[in-house]
């Protein structure tokens, strides 16, 4: 079992004994065994996450700090001292995943809903408008947001700018092509199925997700700017997450990087999918 699951489960043990709770006191109230609890508590198991808005109301705690030790709020991005910075962190070149999805629906753009989620410094989002998507970008990062806003109005593209933390955030509206491009490495790893079954149900018929996430390899040393609050994904995630979906496109490589300044490699995998109503 993962050091993040055996982390969730000191902090449910620590704070369960903060409020005078048994074992068996929450499994009552949650309708489960105090075995169930127990396995959590040892890093053996994760709550399932219909359980977590429950479980983080009696520990009297927000879903972001039970499964990651950290409070939304007054959250900041990694990269803020990066985006406040004149120059580009990510530079102003779209992605190579973006340009993709710009050749599958080519000239069909037009009143087309694109969400962008972790935009950063906007490269993709504007390249998106440009190609005439209505975009939505999600940023938590103050700076990042600023920096998308400036770009956007120096490039004469509209946006709209989103500045939330995607963990937890409710999509409410239904997009043509839910996008990401090494973000979701952020999500904590007991929220990852809710928000990928969260991303294809807002997605409409016909339309794509596109991702591209950093896969875990022996033989690749980590990033200088990883943080603490990233995780892996594993080979084959993407493509079981949408194992009932056409896969359009998923491929995995290794990448050269430069970013923080210093020279490194990634593994990633990237997965556009297609969805199709039976």
């Known amino acids: ?24 006191k929450i499994g009552d109230l949650l309708n489960v065994t105090p075995q169930a609890i127990s396995k959590w508590e040892q890093g053996n198991a994760f709550p399932d996450t219909l359980l977590l808005p429950p479980l983080t109301r ?28 004149e120059e580009f962190y990510w530079g102003i070149q779209p992605s190579e995943l973006a340009r993709q999805i710009a050749d599958i629906v080519q000239d069909d753009t037009e009143n087309r ?48 700018v989103l500045q939330v933390d995607m963990i937890g955030y409710d999509l409410s509206e239904a997009y043509d092509v839910i996008y990401s491009c090494g973000s979701l490495q952020f999500l904590p790893l007991a929220e990852r199925r809710k928000h990928f079954d969260k991303y294809k149900q807002q997605t ?23 943080e603490t609050n990233e995780f892996f994904f594993s080979s084959g995630d993407l493509a079981r ?8 496109r998923c491929e995995e490589k290794i990448v050269d990087c430069n970013s923080a300044g210093i020279p490194h490699r990634h593994a990633v995998n990237c997965i556009i999918a297609r969805k199709i109503e039976p």
């Open 58 to 85: 009696l520990l009297g705690v927000s879903i972001d700090y039970l499964l990651t030790g950290e409070s939304a709020v007054g959250k900041t991005g990694p990269y803020d001292g990066e985006y406040r910075k």
């Open 204 to 226: 409409k018929p016909g339309g794509l997700n596109a991702h591209l996430v950093f896969v875990e390899k022996p033989f690749i040393k980590l990033a200088p700017d990883w």
């Open 1 to 24: 079992m993962s050091h993040n699951c055996s982390e969730l489960g000191r902090r449910i043990a620590a704070l369960r004994k903060e409020k005078g709770y048994t074992q068996e």
């Open 241 to 248: 997450f949408y194992h009932d979906w056409e896969i359009v």
């Open 113 to 160: 809903r694109l969400l962008d989620i972790g935009s950063g410094e906007g490269r993709d989002a504007i390249y998106f408008a440009k190609c005439g998507f209505q975009v939505d970008a999600l940023e938590i990062s103050a700076p990042g947001v600023e920096k998308i806003k400036q770009y956007s109005q120096l490039a004469g593209y509209a946006v709209r």
